[in-house]
């Protein structure tokens, strides 16, 4: 295999593999991560056989909450990359087809949504809009989230419009539609997936900076980056319960950005526009 | 191939005064500073079964002229009447049924055809679009239009990058014939192809033009291509026509200086004949900031060139019957020898044939 | 078009203008709609008469419909007025001047540090690329720029702050160091306040810039002129300094730029965790108190911030982009 695919089969491995923890977890290790092992000591065990990662200072088990974690935030940085996917793909396609007007409406849009902070953007509307459930926060992030795909759907798409085959088609008699998906969509694949996959990535950090803050997904349910704030005051009595999350964050966002990187050089429909 | 225009039948296609221009500089609150004549006043009319090549060097504006005929791109000036409709007329819907009636070739074999669809989804999609036939019907028309350009209809599956530079054209080619046209505009269409597949790709397109009685609008670099494919000849020069012809008047008799450079360029088969090309001398200007006058004149030839050739725009003028030129040293011509004077002329406008001369020489 | 670059930087100044005044809008639309009353929350338990809210209300102009409300603010911005600050007791505009210069001064020594850190790492590792070293550096710069910023910050004030007790863990400045301390000490104690949330911004951005670097200067490497000057037999390291770098900064510099907001979030987390006062700690504060003009100003400034800073990236870029002629 060339480096390309390999790097990519690496990170599409780790990535099915955190999948399959946040999947099958529960049933491998049924531990229930609110279960409260020691109620009145309430201290945080180190590592044991009973509790492979300790348990954090509410006597909960660590393992059967970083597996809880993973469902958590796994799904919330689904659902946050496929909204700004389908929000991103819509404006970027629709500026770049839909003629001048529509462009530069969505184009100042763009310029907006970039210029403005991201994670202070999530923060004034989760502060205006009070504490979200997870879903709904994972829907703003992806609402928040779309700006930068959308420009470069809108500069990809455009470059394919000017083109001949999408001129061929255009001369044929096809709509914006039958253009964009026929013509536009397939050949943007490729951006599309490793954005997607990036898009993906951010969100599960920005929650985790959320969290930090105190506005990410709210107790009781714990994501990776809850769990890292919840374990920041132990970072050196009890590492591992700051350390577990962090390490499961890293590898995932580690392994997206890997394989974002190797989607983009691998893509084999590179070259629509060259001549030769 | 057919006879050439005839005056006393509605053309196909009639272009009057066709104008696109680029505009250039300017920002969010500055005015355009400028702009590129892409093209600059473009008539010509194409007869029904006819072959008009349209001939000029990169950046003269043929291919934006082929697109401003099909109205792929929107004129800042001038008609189009398509078989007495004007384009410009049309709402979009009505407009796109009208595509079905003029299709596009393309020269890049290579960016022409969407590398994620198969061939046949690619012949196919005019079908589909203007509901021409469906399922099966469908795909038995797109297997008769691959046969039908010399493809074979088993290679519908496949994927453009499984063929070479003159398959992929063929391609093209059924792309365009699958809606059924009456008018197609060849932009270059074997200008990326190897030597010994150009004969192979006109060919069939001859074939195809008398089998289905196609008009073409043919769009060329060079003379040597439209020799045998041609019924008259547009020679472009910055955005103009600077000569309309018919074939044998332009390969006979190029009046134009610019034309007569081009027919020196043709290669000649004949090992006897002495070759000797007009060399243009300079660049072609840029069409942001055109010479005044006469576009060409800043590399002319001709042995009357003068002041006045800086200063009058020559009309596009009969000097023969169907043999229009735009240059006011060739006579005859309407700019009297007193009007060509106030602008400065020096010299009386005279004939001046160098390729005529050269090949006279050879007999 | 290649225009003079002060042409240019007014051009996308202009532009960053347009930006500026829609975020405004949009923030005042969004307070506007946003459910509960901002000042109601704020005073409320407070035992505050109604008809003072009400006098209150009308003097920030809340009672008013949208559009004048908008209107209103953008007349008295445009001033120099961005309003009220219920809980600093102060107009917006001089919190905001006071946070402002601490944010500059993290902000641009973070950057300075994070960029030369980047090239250097890009450089070691285009110069070793394929070998082992390449790639244990790729993998730290990749972990760092995975990790969310406060998990950085959080390592080091563990290790330097609590553990080795270094450098203090958070604030500007020792505030038991009186107003006689000489000029050298209270330099060198700012100073040691920066470090930490300084190299924690830098590490950030040099993981970023790292990564970009790396990939540019190695197609840079490709690039024909380098060819050619290899084949001149210019040595590899004079070429690397020379010409390599020269042509990979640019696309890093617009990197740069449009990574602006996102260090903009980052800054925002890293006061946050090292109490530094600057604009973010200053937004954080107008949203935990609920003040309605604070948070706006600190939206708009953020955002003005961002723009400025994507002008000067596109004018550098330019300036830095052999090739870029067009």
Request: aromatic fraction near 6%.
């Given at each position: 295999m060339r480096p390309p695919a390999r790097g990519a089969a690496i990170a599409l491995g780790v990535l099915a593999l955190l999948g399959v923890v946040a999947v099958l977890g529960p049933v491998a290790w049924p531990v229930d991560p609110d279960h409260v092992f020691d109620a009145p000591m309430l201290?945080?065990?180190?590592?044991?056989?009973?509790?492979?990662?300790?348990?954090?200072?509410?006597?909960?088990?660590?393992?059967?909450?970083l597996i809880a974690g993973a469902r958590v935030s796994l799904s919330f940085g689904l659902l946050a990359a496929v909204v700004a996917l389908g929000l991103g793909t819509l404006a970027g396609l629709a500026a770049a087809l839909a003629g001048p007007r529509t462009d530069r409406v969505i184009g100042a849009l763009i310029d907006v949504g970039l210029?403005?902070?991201?994670?202070?953007?999530?923060?004034?509307?989760?502060?205006?809009?009070?504490?979200?459930p997870w879903a709904w926060l994972a829907v703003t992030m992806g609402v928040t989230g779309w700006f930068g795909l959308a420009r470069q759907v809108r500069s990809r798409a455009r470059a394919l419009a000017a083109g001949d085959f999408a001129r061929a088609a255009r001369a044929l008699g096809a709509g914006t539609r039958r253009l964009a998906l026929r013509h536009v969509l397939p050949n943007i694949a490729g951006t599309l997936s490793a954005a997607a996959v990036l898009a993906f990535a951010h969100a599960i950090t920005l929650e985790a900076a959320l969290s930090f803050i105190g506005q990410g997904v709210p107790i009781p349910v714990a994501s990776w980056g809850g769990l890292i704030s919840d374990g920041r005051a132990q970072l050196w009595t009890s590492p591992w319960l700051a350390l577990a999350p962090t390490l499961a964050l890293v590898t995932c966002v580690v392994a997206a950005g890997a394989l974002a990187d190797a989607i983009e050089r691998a893509s084999p429909w590179g070259r629509v526009e060259s001549a030769p | 191939?057919?006879?050439?225009?005839?005056?006393?039948?509605?053309?196909?296609?009639?272009?009057?005064?066709?104008?696109?221009?680029?505009?250039?500089?300017?920002?969010?609150?500055?005015?355009?500073?400028?702009?590129?004549?892409?093209?600059?006043?473009?008539?010509?009319?194409?007869?029904?079964?006819?072959?008009?090549?349209?001939?000029?060097?990169?950046?003269?504006?043929?291919?934006?002229?082929?697109?401003?005929?099909?109205?792929?791109?929107?004129?800042?000036?001038?008609?189009?009447?398509?078989?007495?409709?004007?384009?410009?007329?049309?709402?979009?819907?009505?407009?796109?049924?009208?595509?079905?009636?003029?299709?596009?070739?393309?020269?890049?074999?290579?960016?022409?055809?969407?590398?994620?669809?198969?061939?046949?989804?690619?012949?196919?999609?005019?079908?589909?679009?203007?509901?021409?036939?469906?399922?099966?019907?469908?795909?038995?028309?797109?297997?008769?239009?691959?046969?039908?350009?010399?493809?074979?209809?088993?290679?519908?599956?496949?994927?453009?990058?499984?063929?070479?530079?003159?398959?992929?054209?063929?391609?093209?080619?059924?792309?365009?014939?699958?809606?059924?046209?009456?008018?197609?505009?060849?932009?270059?269409?074997?200008?990326?192809?190897?030597?010994?597949?150009?004969?192979?790709?006109?060919?069939?397109?001859?074939?195809?033009?008398?089998?289905?009685?196609?008009?073409?609008?043919?769009?060329?670099?060079?003379?040597?291509?439209?020799?045998?494919?041609a019924d008259r000849v547009a020679v472009m020069y910055l955005g103009r026509i600077v000569e309309l012809a018919p074939r044998d008047a332009i390969f006979a008799e190029p009046l134009h200086p610019y034309a007569q450079a081009l027919r020196s360029a043709v290669p000649v088969a004949d090992p006897t004949v002495r070759a000797r090309r007009i060399v243009l001398a300079g660049e072609p200007p840029s069409p942001a900031d055109p010479p005044t006058g006469c576009p060409f004149h800043p590399?002319?030839?001709?042995?009357?060139?003068?002041?006045?050739?800086?200063?009058?725009?020559?009309?596009?003028?009969?000097?023969?019957?169907?043999?229009?030129?735009?240059?006011?040293?060739?006579?005859?011509?309407?700019i009297t020898w007193e009007a060509q004077q106030v602008a400065g002329a020096t010299r009386q406008p005279e004939r001046h044939l160098p390729v005529l001369a050269l090949d006279a020489r050879t007999d | 078009?290649?225009?003079?670059?002060?042409?240019?930087?007014?051009?996308?100044?202009?532009?960053?203008?347009?930006?500026?005044?829609?975020?405004?809008?949009?923030?005042?639309?969004?307070?506007?709609?946003?459910?509960?009353?901002?000042?109601?929350?704020?005073?409320?338990?407070?035992?505050?008469?109604?008809?003072?809210?009400?006098?209150?209300?009308?003097?920030?102009?809340?009672?008013?419909?949208?559009?004048?409300?908008?209107?209103?603010?953008?007349?008295?911005?445009?001033?120099?007025?961005?309003?009220?600050?219920?809980?600093?007791?102060?107009?917006?505009?001089?919190?905001?001047?006071?946070?402002?210069?601490?944010?500059?001064?993290?902000?641009?020594?973070?950057?300075?540090?994070?960029?030369?850190?980047?090239?250097?790492?890009?450089?070691?590792?285009?110069?070793?690329?394929?070998?082992?070293?390449?790639?244990?550096?790729?993998?730290?710069?990749?972990?760092?720029?995975?990790?969310?910023?406060?998990?950085?910050?959080?390592?080091?004030?563990?290790?330097?702050?609590?553990?080795?007790?270094?450098?203090?863990?958070?604030?500007?400045?020792?505030?038991?160091?009186?107003?006689?301390?000489?000029?050298?000490?209270?330099?060198?104690?700012?100073?040691?306040?920066?470090?930490?949330?300084?190299?924690?911004?830098?590490?950030?951005?040099?993981?970023?810039?790292?990564?970009?670097?790396?990939?540019?200067?190695?197609?840079?490497?490709?690039?024909?002129?380098?060819?050619?000057?290899?084949?001149?037999?210019?040595?590899?390291?004079?070429?690397?300094v020379h010409h390599a770098w020269r042509a990979a900064l640019g696309p890093t510099i617009a990197l740069a730029g449009l990574s602006l907001p996102l260090l903009a979030g980052g800054a925002f987390v890293i006061e946050r965790i090292f109490n530094w006062p600057g604009m973010g700690s200053l937004a954080f504060q107008a949203l935990a108190d609920r003040d309605p003009h604070l948070a706006l100003g600190c939206v708009v400034a953020g955002a003005t911030l961002v723009v400025l800073g994507g002008a000067l990236a596109d004018v550098a870029q330019a300036a830095f982009d052999p090739r870029r002629a067009t």
């Open positions: 201290v945080s065990a180190s590592p044991s056989v009973a509790h492979p990662l300790g348990t954090d200072p509410a006597s909960r088990d660590v393992l059967a909450r210029a403005v902070p991201r994670l202070l953007v999530l923060i004034v509307l989760t502060a205006a809009l009070g504490r979200l | 191939m057919s006879g050439p225009a005839h005056p006393d039948v509605a053309p196909l296609v009639r272009a009057r005064d066709l104008q696109r221009h680029f505009p250039v500089g300017g920002g969010l609150f500055r005015a355009p500073t400028g702009a590129i004549r892409a093209v600059d006043g473009v008539s010509l009319d194409i007869a029904r079964g006819e072959t008009l090549a349209l001939v000029g060097e990169s950046g003269s504006g043929k291919t934006t002229t082929g697109r401003l005929i099909l109205h792929l791109d929107v004129p800042t000036g001038g008609t189009v009447h398509f078989d007495g409709t004007d384009l410009a007329s049309l709402a979009p819907a009505p407009l796109r049924a009208m595509r079905r009636r003029m299709q596009l070739v393309f020269q890049d074999p290579f960016g022409s055809l969407n590398p994620r669809m198969t061939i046949g989804d690619t012949v196919k999609e005019g079908l589909l679009i203007h509901r021409l036939a469906e399922g099966a019907e469908a795909d038995r028309r797109t297997r008769a239009l691959l046969e039908e350009v010399g493809l074979r209809a088993d290679w519908a599956n496949r994927y453009p990058h499984e063929f070479s530079g003159g398959q992929r054209q063929r391609v093209g080619i059924a792309r365009a014939l699958s809606v059924g046209p009456d008018f197609v505009v060849l932009d270059e269409p074997v200008s990326a192809l190897d030597v010994s597949v150009q004969a192979q790709v006109i060919n069939l397109l001859m074939d195809l033009q008398k089998q289905r009685g196609l008009t073409y609008l043919f769009i060329a670099h060079d003379l040597s291509v439209v020799e045998h494919v590399r002319c030839h001709h042995p009357a060139r003068d002041e006045s050739c800086a200063r009058l725009v020559p009309p596009l003028e009969e000097k023969a019957p169907a043999h229009l030129v735009a240059c006011h040293k060739q006579p005859p011509t309407t | 078009m290649r225009g003079a670059p002060l042409r240019r930087f007014l051009a996308a100044l202009a532009r960053g203008l347009g930006v500026v005044l829609l975020v405004a809008v949009a923030s005042l639309v969004l307070m506007h709609f946003a459910p509960g009353d901002p000042l109601g929350t704020t005073l409320e338990g407070a035992n505050v008469p109604p008809d003072v809210i009400a006098a209150w209300r009308a003097r920030m102009g809340a009672d008013q419909p949208l559009p004048l409300q908008v209107g209103r603010w953008l007349g008295a911005a445009a001033t120099g007025d961005l309003g009220y600050s219920v809980s600093m007791h102060m107009s917006v505009a001089r919190a905001i001047r006071t946070a402002l210069p601490y944010t500059a001064l993290l902000g641009l020594v973070a950057i300075v540090l994070g960029f030369a850190g980047g090239i250097a790492l890009a450089f070691a590792q285009a110069r070793a690329r394929g070998r082992a070293l390449d790639r244990w550096l790729g993998g730290g710069a990749l972990a760092v720029w995975a990790a969310p910023e406060f998990v950085v910050g959080l390592v080091l004030v563990e290790l330097f702050a609590v553990r080795l007790g270094w450098f203090p863990s958070g604030g500007a400045m020792d505030v038991t160091l009186g107003g006689d301390a000489p000029a050298g000490v209270v330099f060198a104690d700012r100073l040691r306040h920066l470090v930490l949330p300084a190299v924690t911004m830098a590490l950030v951005i040099a993981a970023q810039v790292g990564r970009h670097q790396r990939v540019a200067l190695v197609e840079a490497w490709r690039e024909p002129f380098i060819r050619a000057a290899r084949a001149r037999g210019l040595r590899e390291r004079a070429l690397w």
